[in-house]
């Protein structure tokens, strides 16, 4: 089976093209029997709208198949980028319903998870158990959406914090290993209130990628968790910006007629 896989809720968009077996077994971390074929990433910030089709179109002939070879197709639905996360989605649902084959949500929290490999490998399997992996991304007004995950089980719940909530709910593990743009934006924060046991992953690996979720989708193929193009839903998390301040000043309204009639 063929999985085309689509990340646009990072600053860069990318595709993975991959093809798995139908009978493989094995968890998403270690998918048996699985070949990534093709892969495309932006290089402009937030230009998913003009690069992602192209990009689409580049991994379906670099990997030398059609579109109607398609299986399903994997798209990472947040949280993350308002604008990205509409754009894959909104692109992923328009694939499935043309050509009638199932979506697969992922978290991009869980798939950048996947990015650090190295870092429960290569410890002591003494100390392995207490190295916890934590995507964190930017959520704006010093807020982030994370997560953190322990041999590939998700012991932090996923969703929005403050750094500050964040790092007393990673508090008791001894060593935590962070990824994500919300490391370039609360990293120094983060320093200060953890002076010890905290690294943050190299530059090379701490973003998003569609091949990791390639991955997970895959695995969540086989296990029959694909849904139809009217069944995908984004997940944001928490309101964007605009639509937080319009309900902000419907509220204000709300009051001031409510004042009005009380004085009249």
């Known amino acids: ?20 077996n139908d009978e493989a077994g094995g968890s998403a971390g270690a ?4 070949e990534i074929l093709a892969y495309a990433q932006g290089h402009d910030r937030y230009s998913h709208l003009q690069n992602l089709t192209p990009q689409i179109q580049q991994v379906i002939c670099d990997a030398g198949i059609t579109v109607d070879d398609l299986s399903a197709i994997a798209v990472a639905n947040g949280p993350g980028s308002f604008t990205g996360i509409r754009i894959g989605v909104s692109t992923t649902r328009a694939i499935s319903q043309i050509k009638d084959i199932p979506c697969i949500p ?17 410890a002591e399997p003494s100390a392995r158990k207490n190295i916890l992996v934590c995507p964190i991304l930017d959520a704006r007004r010093s807020q982030v959406y994370g997560a953190g995950y322990l041999d590939g089980e998700e012991v932090v719940p996923a969703g929005p914090y403050t750094i500050d909530e964040f790092m007393e ?10 990824l994500g743009d919300g490391v370039d934006t609360c990293g120094e924060k983060i320093r200060e209130l953890r002076k010890s046991g ?20 895959a695995a969540k193929f086989r296990a029959g968790c694909g849904v139809t193009f009217d069944q995908l839903k984004p997940t944001y998390m928490r309101m964007a910006e605009a639509e937080r301040k319009l309900r902000a000043k419907q509220a204000e309204s709300r009051q001031a007629e409510g004042r009005e009639k009380s004085n009249g």
Request: net charge negative.
């Open 1 to 20: 089976m063929y999985i085309l896989a689509i990340e646009t809720t990072g600053a860069f968009a990318s595709v993975a093209l991959a093809r798995a």
């Open 31 to 34: 998918a048996e029997g699985f």
């Open 106 to 122: 992922v978290s991009s929290l869980e798939a950048l998870a996947l990015r650090a490999p190295a870092i429960r490998e290569t």
């Open 169 to 178: 709910l990673v508090s008791d593990y001894s060593e935590v290993y962070m």
């Open 198 to 217: 905290v690294a943050f992953a190299p530059e090379e690996i701490r973003y998003q990628r569609a091949e990791e979720v390639a991955v997970i989708g």
